[in-house]
């Protein structure tokens, strides 16, 4: 099984800051990254797929970008609703369909 | 609208058998692969398998080869998980969620939690 590796796993932050979450794909795996914001209770929300394209819907605070085997999740100027765990996804031959494990961002 | 919509939550004892549903409306549903999500309390995401409801060709992560059963019935439009022996460790949130292009999900069912208690 294939491990992804994401950091920070928490993050505390100010409304207004800039917070970069990373994963790093083993053997820098070419295939695509995609990533979702969950707040307790509700369903994952989709931001970013294929690694950079942001999805219909999403703020343009948030941005997706990768460099050889990293590839990172922006939010620039931290709104109140952004505070919530977010996730990265990397798709290509299953069972390569993995999430990394999570990076909570909460008010510091 | 593109919906993915599950059947409701459970409770059940160890040993017992169970099949949960998600049925998908508003796009080709033969188009596209579905994915079985997990979540335990307090935990990440864990993709457990996938299936092409055209041919219902199935992807099991390893870890859970052998633990449940995927399968689809194209006429209704539905996706089913299931277990044969459920165990208190199947405790846990369980989302079904559309595949576009095998580069994401796009579309998430509205989950179902799954107790498992004696």
């Known amino acids: 099984d294939i491990q992804m590796t994401q950091s920070p796993s928490s993050v505390s932050a100010s409304v207004g800051d800039r917070v970069t979450i990373t994963c790093r794909a083993p053997?820098?795996?070419?295939?695509?990254f995609a990533w979702y914001q969950q707040k307790p209770g509700k369903v994952p929300k989709l931001l970013i797929h294929s690694t950079s394209t942001l999805q219909s819907g999403v703020p343009s605070r948030f941005s997706g970008s990768a460099s050889s085997t990293d590839f990172t999740l922006t939010i620039n100027k931290l709104e109140p609703e952004d505070f919530a765990t977010y996730y990265c996804l990397q798709a290509g031959t299953f069972p390569a369909f993995t999430f990394g494990p999570g990076t909570k961002v909460d008010l510091k | 609208e593109v919906q993915m919509v599950q059947s409701g939550a459970e409770v059940k004892q160890p040993g017992e058998s169970l099949k949960i549903s998600c049925k998908g409306s508003g796009y080709l549903f033969s188009s596209y692969w579905i994915a079985w999500v997990r979540q335990m309390p307090g935990k990440g995401l864990e993709c457990m398998g996938i299936?092409?409801?055209?041919?219902?060709?199935?992807r099991y992560r390893p870890s859970f080869q052998g633990q449940v059963s995927i399968s689809v019935d194209k006429s209704t439009h539905t996706a089913f998980l299931q277990w044969s022996s459920l165990k208190a460790s199947d405790t846990a949130m369980y989302y079904c969620?559309?595949?576009?292009?095998?580069?994401?999900?796009?579309?998430w069912g509205q989950g179902t939690p799954v107790i498992v208690s004696s």
């Open positions: 053997h820098g795996l070419g295939a695509w």
């Open positions: 969620a559309r595949l576009s292009s095998l580069t994401h999900v796009d579309v």
């Open positions: 299936i092409y409801p055209s041919d219902s060709d199935t």
